[in-house]
């Protein structure tokens, strides 16, 4: 576990909050979250050597070298960082004091279930002492202070930084995804593409192909990893794909012709001009018809059939161009695979216990009367 901690130099208002790792990540999330809690950002920030937020010094006169990633996330929001010396006991003893009053009154004695519940625990530590207590060295209460301090802080942007990781995933029919060992079922709407997943310190995200979150949960807990976590919900809108006749070439034609008996020209222009392919556009315009309605699908057909272009291709064209369908409106139909039928149905199931199977731990006493019978 990490602790960063965080400390407004004039009335000294304090921040802690703690992740499961100190990489850049971490870092620059953590002061998204120091500069909601502070409502603003002080013109200068000053760090001790992190190699995450200096690579070194330059120079006789020792200028830092600010890490790239640092350097745009403070240009983001507009403050200046500032290299503490070494030593410096005007900077350093402000920000290490913290850490020993948070061991000392906070951390001492007290047990923790969770990254979470030490992190409730120690925003109400905040809340209730530390921040509300007269400091020895000013001799104010911070959060008091600090009322006066907050006009004079930088306004904060409109949105925060994206202090996160990108990586982009292959969505599969089944809509699961792996995240650091784990697989996430995810909307139905997102299988068959390539996702963007934004990894947080906590959680992820899961960004579809317009770049708009539809999807964010936290990452499961040590005990689920490597397991399939399953969320039903995001298979309620799929609906069955209706069954495309089987068989012969010739029974999908008598079942397309069956089903639109007005455009048995179409289905024999196409025999007649795609030859061995023309189960391939039957298909086609089968799904079609699934997708837009069957009166707006014979509209178009018998347009094209008119035309003489007996090309599938051709009604897929005039119905994307004259009928759009807005993504959020498109019929979700059922993955192709049955293993996401199974993973929509599981999660309706009771795992069971180990204690259900506790009988076949007790001895036999039929078996051993039997031996004992003399017949």
């Known amino acids: 576990m990490y602790a960063f901690g965080a400390v407004l130099g004039c009335c000294r208002k304090m921040h802690i909050r703690f992740y499961m790792s100190d990489n850049e990540t971490s870092l620059l999330e953590a002061h998204t979250h120091v500069f909601a809690d502070f409502e603003g950002i002080t013109k200068r920030g000053v760090y001790d050597r992190m190699a995450t937020v200096v690579l070194g010094t330059i120079g006789k006169d020792h200028r830092p070298l600010w ?3 640092f350097i745009e996330f403070a240009t983001y929001y507009g403050f200046e ?13 402000k920000d290490e004091r913290i850490f020993w009053y948070l061991e000392r009154d906070f951390l001492r004695g007290s047990e ?5 519940d030490l992190n409730h625990k120690v925003r109400l530590w905040l809340d209730n002492v530390a921040n509300c207590r007269v400091h020895g060295t000013t001799r104010r209460v911070p959060d008091e202070a600090w009322q006066e301090e907050k006009p004079f802080l930088i306004a904060l942007p409109d949105s925060p930084y994206p202090a996160c990781d990108e990586e982009l995933r292959t969505v599969g029919p089944d809509s699961v995804i792996s995240v650091k060992g784990t697989r996430y079922t995810i909307p139905a709407k997102l299988a068959h593409t390539t996702a963007t997943v934004r990894l947080f310190s906590e959680h992820f995200e899961v960004l579809d192909q317009r770049r708009q979150v539809a999807f964010s949960r936290k990452y499961a807990p040590d005990a689920d990893k490597g397991k399939l976590i399953l ?16 068989g012969s070439v010739a029974a999908l034609e008598d079942a397309f012709c069956t089903r639109f ?7 024999l222009g196409i025999k007649k001009r795609m030859k061995g392919l023309a189960h391939i556009h039957l298909k086609t315009l089968w799904r079609l018809a699934d997708r837009y309605g069957d009166e707006v699908f014979i509209e178009v057909a018998e347009r094209v059939q008119d035309f003489h272009r007996f090309d599938a291709q051709a009604v897929k064209r005039i119905l994307e161009r004259d009928f759009p369908i807005p993504d959020e409106h498109l019929p979700l139909h059922s993955p192709l695979t049955a293993a996401a039928r199974v993973i929509a149905s599981l999660s309706d199931v009771d795992s069971g216990s180990l ?3 506790a009988h076949l731990d007790e001895p036999n006493t039929d078996d051993e009367e039997d031996e004992n019978d003399p017949q």
């Open 112 to 116: 923790f279930d969770s990254l979470e």
């Open 67 to 69: 890490h790239p990633r």
């Open 261 to 267: 008996p007005s455009l048995e020209p179409l289905v």
């Open 355 to 357: 204690d259900d199977y």
């Open 81 to 93: 960082p500032y290299l503490c010396k070494p030593r410096d006991p005007d900077r350093k003893g």
């Open 231 to 246: 969320d039903s919900t995001h298979y309620q809108d799929v609906r069955p794909r209706s069954a495309i006749p089987g």
